[in-house]
């Protein structure tokens, strides 16, 4: 089901929120925008920037067909919040954008051990959700102009004070996360290079040169070594050809018939078996508990066996385990468990994924240097900034794994920098459906040195997925262990309208 959601202007929160001073702030922080974008617009802007945009914000939600454990707990459905964007160009190209995302909360936002009570996964869903659509007022009020990745770069402020305006509305004992941050302002960022690029009548991709940009790298990175370098030069214009699947091994998903307490019922695979005889797989995403070495090993080592059995050929694994690890010590005797009982399927491993806690400066210090040694290992929890990428590599880390719901803008400008440091990269999704796991697809099919996509959508919440079938079904019914990501070289994003409006 698709709603659209209210979107007051700030006036609307004034009369119930004590926080002056913070209205105050955000007040002068868009009088300064807007400002500063008359003069510095006026007189340099590009051809295809925005001279207007105007958002605004749905949500859709649905059930799983089977749940997902998730970082020790248990998912059963999804909401999903799009944003569309009216994007016109100075020379008076038009696009209508689409920016689409997932709203993870367990993802985003964990339990913390925090003075005040935990909220409920209900409540910070329903934060969120309020935090996207103050962010479209914030972005809509801003009446910015130019290009999307400048119009985000100067919003970044904007977004943290309307956070901390909400959490004092709320009375949260606790600030809202930078990931959760992050996730809210996605779709609105998706939409933005949607219309963007649309307006031109181009790929959002072939807009990030030095004829289409006014700034380099250094401007948004704040590092010298990046001057005279564009987006352009490190993002690709055209996507590649295909890419592999990673489909998603869930702690609690049966392997064979033996494991299988509740089918679905549903005519899909109930078995990582059936899903690798029908979709010809080739990639897996484990999930880890990261608590227990014994069953981690087990579970690496039987999913090795029943993939083998499945489908005779190379495989390609990540282990992931969501933060969940105590130490780096853990991490290596699991890959010493493996090594010991099935000594193939440690050869299978790609990398390792965001071991232990995200908070990289959170004392003790745990660092990775002996697990890269054996296998390359990023963080994704972690990566909010580019300070936390730097954090990272010096603790041990390998690279990062990039994500369309942390923002556009964001892993644009950090899959350049890991491409130009020669880091190790890879994305991934957020059990992406529809228009979000296309975005998801394209950032990874114009960004070399990415190797494979994550899609597990189509596996627990296929519903989502079912108007967007006609357009682009080998996504989300998959064959041959791939998907053609040539499918999205179209204008904008790549994958075109909503199908829940007529073309």
Known sequence: MCQCLPVGGLADHESRSPGIVLQSLLRWSLAFIRFGSFFFNGSTMLPNDLVSFALEVRSETYN???????????????????????????????????????????????????????????EKLEIVIELCQRLVTAFNDSKLSGHPLDICHHMASVRQTVAKQL???????????????????????????????????????????????????????????????????????????????????????????????????????????????????????????????????????????????????????????????????????????????????????????????????????ITMHRVRERLPVVIDESLVNLASLRTAIGQGYSGIALKACKGHAEALLLGAVARNENLFLCVQDLTCVGASLLHSASLAAHIPGVTAIESNGRQYAPKGNERWLDKFAPFFEVRGGAVPTRMLAQPGLGYGNDPIFQD
């Open 64 to 122: 799983y067909r089977t749940p997902m454990k998730f970082g020790g707990r248990v998912v059963n459905d999804v909401t999903i919040l799009s944003v569309d964007c009216d994007g016109r160009s100075k020379i008076g190209g038009r696009g209508r954008g689409l920016g689409s995302m997932t709203m993870g909360v367990v993802w985003a936002w964990p339990n913390t051990n925090g003075d005040g009570p935990n909220l409920t996964d209900t």
């Open 167 to 365: 959490a004092e509305d709320r009375k949260l004992s606790e600030p809202i996360p930078d990931l959760a941050i992050l996730l809210a302002a996605s779709p609105i960022e998706g939409a933005l290079f949607d219309a963007h690029g649309k307006a031109a009548g181009v790929s959002s991709y072939a807009l990030l040169s030095r004829a289409d940009m006014i700034h380099d790298l250094a401007h948004y990175l704040g590092e010298s070594a990046y001057r005279g370098l564009f987006l352009g030069d490190l993002i690709s214009p055209t996507p590649v050809d295909s890419m592999p699947l990673y489909h998603l091994v869930g702690a609690l998903d049966p392997l064979t018939n033996a494991d299988v307490q509740t089918p679905a019922g549903d005519g899909l695979p109930e078995t990582l078996s059936e899903w690798i005889k029908r979709d010809g797989l080739t990639h897996l995403k484990i999930k880890l508990n990261g608590d227990d070495a014994t069953w981690d090993t087990d579970r690496i080592v039987h999913t090795y066996r029943v993939a083998n059995e499945a489908r005779n050929g190379e495989w390609a694994f990540s282990l992931d385990f969501n933060e969940r690890c105590p130490d780096e010590d853990y991490v290596m005797e699991v890959l010493d468990g493996i090594t010991r009982k099935e000594r193939d399927s440690l050869r299978a491993i790609r990398y390792v994924e965001q071991p232990t806690k995200r908070d990289l400066l959170k004392e003790p210090i």
